[in-house]
């Protein structure tokens, strides 16, 4: 092989070996993002879980102290 063709082959050896790096460093960060983004999600679902609880509390509340919803006395 002449030394231009070598040297060609070279440099995209060289090109394809920094895209390639360049790609792990994505990958690891969208690893990274995607990870931060299911723990957020974790505890957004708990959250979520815990109002929806109180919501529920509230509610069998309020049905208590709103008089249409209560019985009738017994000599109705």
Request: aromatic letters at 10%.
């Given at each position: 092989?002449?030394?231009d063709k070598?040297?060609?082959l070279q440099?995209?050896?060289d090109d394809m070996e920094?895209?390639?790096a360049?790609?792990?460093q994505t990958i690891e960060e969208l690893n990274d993002a995607l990870t931060q983004q299911q723990l957020l999600i974790a505890k957004m679902?708990?959250?979520m879980?815990?109002?929806v609880g109180k919501v529920k509390n509230m509610d069998e509340g309020s049905n208590m102290s709103d008089p249409s919803k209560e019985p009738p006395p017994p000599h109705y």
């Open positions: 092989m002449s030394d070598v040297e060609a440099q995209r050896i920094c895209k390639i360049f790609q792990e679902q708990d959250q879980k815990y109002v």
